[in-house]
């Protein structure tokens, strides 16, 4: 069965101080692991995908990496617009495409 | 104009009620999906869907039924809602080139049931 875990569930920040947020998943032909964005009340915000281990994205303070067992979603210099909860979710061939999501990582970056 | 569209965005109901929960998208995608999300569970899927003539179910598919109307359109419904159906529901769209690129989310209906 498809696992994903996020860790730590909740992390606060002081204003420019860099974190790195964790995802490890167990899945059977990893197809794709989905970075996602939300804030309150509000639907998730596509941020990264990252297809095979050793892969690298980037977007502007956060910088995704992904091995064969993990994620790291890497946030450097933060501010306060950071908050919110970050997604991470895998896809495989077997689940039709759709995504399994893990719990969430709730951040507070404070000024 | 956003590209998925929900409605109702809130609605509180009764142990009971038929409910229909609208998804339209203007993005062309062939694939739509619908969520629940739970505090404390994350996101879980319920139904996805294709195209027009090809729906599945998703992990947590009791309880609710869909119907897709046309390629913009995916609607879900709970037949008889009770109270731990209570929950904020997403639908979803990708386009159709072997699965492999993001979905975009709606905004969500918060749905409350009594």
């Known amino acids: 069965e498809d696992q994903v875990t996020q860790s730590p569930e909740a992390l606060r920040l002081q204003e420019g101080e860099s974190s790195s947020l964790n995802c490890s998943y167990t899945?059977?032909?990893?197809?794709?692991l989905f970075w996602y964005r939300q804030d309150p009340g509000k639907g998730p915000e596509f941020l990264f995908t990252l297809y095979s281990a050793g892969e690298e994205k980037e977007k502007e303070r956060l910088k995704a990496t992904l091995t064969k067992k993990e994620s790291f979603l890497h946030i450097t210099a933060p501010k306060p617009e950071d908050s919110a909860t970050y997604l991470c979710a895998v896809q495989a061939p077997h689940s039709g495409y759709a995504l399994n999501f893990g719990k969430g990582t709730s951040l507070l970056v404070t000024p | 104009d956003a590209d998925v569209t929900q409605t109702p965005r809130n609605r509180i109901t009764k142990t009971g009620k038929r409910i229909m929960l609208e998804c339209s998208q203007t993005?062309?995608?062939?694939?739509m999906y619908w969520y629940r999300q739970d505090p404390g569970l994350g996101l879980r899927l319920i139904y996805y869907?294709?195209?027009?003539?090809?729906?599945n179910k998703g992990e947590i598919s009791d309880g609710y039924s869909v119907s897709r109307q046309a390629q913009a359109k995916f609607s879900l419904s709970l037949e008889s809602a009770i109270p731990n159906q209570t929950a904020l529901y997403f639908c979803?769209?990708?386009?159709?080139?072997?699965?492999?690129?993001?979905?975009?989310f709606g905004p969500g209906t918060r749905l409350t049931v009594l």
């Open positions: 899945v059977s032909g990893l197809r794709g």
């Open positions: 869907s294709f195209d027009v003539k090809d729906i």
């Open positions: 993005k062309g995608h062939d694939r």
């Open positions: 979803a769209t990708s386009e159709d080139e072997g699965g492999l690129n993001e979905q975009f």
